[in-house]
């Protein structure tokens, strides 16, 4: 059984910084350009926010989760998006992401938002590949930050 709980970076850094720099190394092949200062800001920030979870399975924390779930986009469109969904290695292709991703996807429909975005790494064939799965489109052309995918949640 899964629980996705609010993360306390001063309690769970352990997890939090070196999930952040493995998601780092699998979206942009490398560590040279992870600011170790600026991602305990925004793991702060996030948690500050009420926007960092771990994703729990018995007693283990194998997964985190960073969501906005209620932006106004520039168009007028309340949207959510999602900042990292991650698994810890040998917790993938398991159904974890999955149920993890449905957990997102749920917040950010209670929050009334009309649609989901997130960026993905072109290089990430395993991410793109599960965010088609799962209905995501791309949107315009990848840049430095990845590819844009869309979800409408109608």
């Not at 040279?32 to 924390?61: K, M, P, S, V």
């Not at 950010?108 to 991410?127: E, K, M």
């Amino acid at each position: 059984m899964y629980r996705l709980l609010p993360a306390e970076p001063a309690t769970h850094l352990s997890h939090c910084l070196p999930f952040r720099r493995d998601a780092w190394r699998i979206s942009f092949g490398q560590l040279d350009t992870f600011d170790e200062q600026d991602t305990l800001a925004w793991l702060a920030r996030l948690q500050e926010l009420g926007r960092l979870h771990h994703l729990w399975h018995e007693g283990e924390i194998i997964g985190q989760l960073e969501l906005s779930p209620a932006l106004v986009r520039p168009d007028g469109v309340q949207e959510g998006y999602l900042y990292l969904l991650y698994l810890c290695p040998p917790w993938r292709g398991l159904g974890a992401g999955r149920w993890l991703h449905d957990q997102a996807l749920a917040r950010i429909r209670a929050a009334g938002s009309q649609r989901a975005g997130l960026r993905v790494s072109p290089s990430n064939l395993p991410a793109v590949a599960f965010y088609h799965r799962l209905g995501w489109q791309p949107v315009g052309l990848p840049d430095a930050r990845g590819q844009l995918l869309t979800l409408p949640l109608s």
